[in-house]
């Protein structure tokens, strides 16, 4: 099966840092990759689909890139409510598979 | 706007079997794709499955297979999922999500989309 990988696993910045959560398909998935952010005791939310598209309602500073098989989370200026673990997922043909997760806090 | 609801949190014996409702509330039901993820304590999201209603296809993740049973209820807009023999590595939430269907065809549907709206989650334990 298709393997999501996302790196690092973990990372602490600072309030106003920008901030670059990666994830690597196993293979080619063109753009249909989405990722969400998940806080603690919450349900999953929708950050991103299509790689790039921001999901209605969430903030600007958040934005996606990639296609085929290596993708990038970016947050431009990070702030303290962006504490939470960050999944990555592929959504094309075949299982439906997330990344392992990135955990984000605050320095 | 459209909500999806879960049902309540369940405690089972190991061996036993447990069935998770998604109900939607206001919006149209049979538009969409229905997946059940879930996950367990300290741990990342696992897909189980999706159902498309009107066209009651339903595609398994392999882990799942055999023991996941998806359904829907186009007359209620009220997905389940039943999970068979049940371990206690099935401790969990699991939640149901909203995506879209992409394409069908002579009876046939896919799904190709992002999860754009959850259910709260149910927790589930299995224990002895």
């Known amino acids: 099966d298709l393997q999501m990988t996302q790196s690092p696993s973990s990372l602490s910045a600072s309030v106003g840092d920008r901030v670059t959560i990666t994830c690597r398909a196993s293979q080619g998935i063109n753009t249909f990759l989405a990722w969400y952010q998940q806080k603690p005791g919450k349900v999953p939310r929708l950050l991103i689909y299509a790689a790039s598209t921001l999901q209605s309602g969430v903030p600007s500073r958040f934005s996606g890139s990639g296609s085929g098989t290596d993708f990038t989370l970016t947050i431009s200026s990070l702030q303290p409510e962006d504490v939470a673990t960050y999944y990555c997922?592929?959504?094309?043909?075949?299982?439906?598979?997330f990344g392992q997760g990135t955990r984000l806090d605050i320095k | 706007q459209v909500q999806l609801v879960q049902s309540g949190a369940e405690v089972r014996r190991p061996g036993s079997s447990v069935m998770v409702s998604c109900k939607a509330s206001g919006g149209t039901f049979n538009i969409y794709a229905i997946n059940w993820v879930r996950q367990a304590p300290g741990r990342g999201l696992e897909w189980m499955g999706t159902?498309?209603?009107?066209?009651?296809?339903?595609d398994y993740a392999q882990k799942s297979q055999g023991r996941v049973t998806i359904t829907a209820d186009e007359a209620t807009s009220t997905a389940y999922m039943r999970l068979s023999s049940l371990r206690s590595d099935d401790t969990a939430v699991y939640y149901c999500?909203?995506?879209?269907?992409?394409?069908?065809?002579?009876?046939?549907?896919?799904?190709?989309?992002?999860?754009?709206?959850w259910g709260q989650g149910t927790m589930v334990t299995v224990s002895s």
């Open positions: 997922q592929k959504y094309n043909s075949g299982p439906i598979t």
């Open positions: 999500a909203r995506g879209f269907i992409s394409e069908c065809r002579s009876g046939s549907c896919k799904t190709a989309s992002a999860f754009d709206l």
């Open positions: 159902i498309i209603p009107i066209s009651g296809t339903a």
